[in-house]
């Protein structure tokens, strides 16, 4: 699987871990260079804390597209730390 954003990798992976119909991308998979943390986060009832990044690509930030769970509750330890993307970032095979 590879998250794709303006013609740019992000994440590539064939260990990536599907929840809810999301791609969550293993940490050694992500291009962290892309990705800035923001200031956004949510909560999950069942899942927990995400925090949010936004990805940067030649200067063109796409706010708050991509999230993880650095603590996720017990029911979702697999997906610690691992990164899922949205808003206009595809995930493709």
């Keep these: 699987m590879k998250a794709i ?3 740019t990798i992000i994440a590539e992976s064939d260990k ?3 929840v809810e119909g999301n791609h969550y991308f293993p940490p050694d998979s992500i291009r962290h260079d892309y ?5 956004t986060h949510s909560t999950c009832p069942y899942k927990g804390e995400a925090d949010y990044y936004d990805i940067i690509v030649a200067g063109e930030k ?3 597209a991509a999230w993880s ?3 996720p509750k017990k029911a979702f330890v697999k997906i610690k730390r691992y990164v899922a993307f949205w808003k206009g970032v595809s995930v493709l095979e």
């Design 5 to 7: 954003w303006k013609n």
């Design 16 to 18: 990536t871990i599907i």
């Design 35 to 39: 990705l800035s943390k923001s200031k």
């Design 62 to 64: 796409n706010p708050d």
């Design 69 to 71: 769970y650095p603590e």
